[in-house]
């Protein structure tokens, strides 16, 4: 099952200022933060007093994935993360259903999630991934 | 006080397909349908099991906010909305720390709900929504 979103995912060019300006004008805080060089991208999670986080993205250089998203789109929401308890089981139930899987099984995401992407054109445009904490994960 | 995302905002060129595609898929519900024709648009709220809703996004036509959107980014997220309990305050208390309104004051939004909109510039390309559930709303 897919219970609700887990995430909001952010691309920035400045991941500083815009940590800055989440926690003055909204109220976050910083929950995580992470870097993934083999993936190019520096991370901080934002915590909200209720709900999902805003799951900042910076890229570590220009030809890395967010990088590539900055150049073509300028800074902005970046992806959806949606919450599920059966991660492997979701997967296949949405290849069944046609779903693009950008990852056809799942992976080590930030922050100890195991996780997945389905292409943006199966839902309109909104590049949207599948999250499963690992188990042990405090995430 | 600003207490999490209470929606992510989609627009959306084909409201119908669009709706068929994240109840199939991801398990939302229709919760709220609207159509506000001086804004120009057509909007169905999906609900998750578990918190924030998907609102859907459709232009009645091309020269409208969501139909210059479209023509502009194409299909895709479009603005996060944070849930407040103090609109007005919390307008008053951005507008303080620089933040660039669009509604200077709360406005009649879908579903119920007093709105007011901050320029995308002040969230580093992020367009994003204060709400408050109108006294007496169901939303």
Known sequence: ???G??????ATDDLAATVSRYRR????????????????VRAVSLAMPEGPAVELLAPTGPDTPVGRFLERRGPGMHHVGYLTDDLLGELAR???EGAELVDATPRSGLFGLQVAFLHPGTLHGVLT???QPERGSVA
């Open 1 to 3: 099952v897919i219970s």
């Open 5 to 10: 979103i887990h995430h909001l995912g952010v």
């Open 25 to 40: 004008l909204l109220g976050a805080r910083v929950d995580h933060e992470a870097v993934v060089v083999d993936q190019g």
């Open 94 to 96: 949405l290849e069944g």
């Open 129 to 131: 991934e599948l999250v």
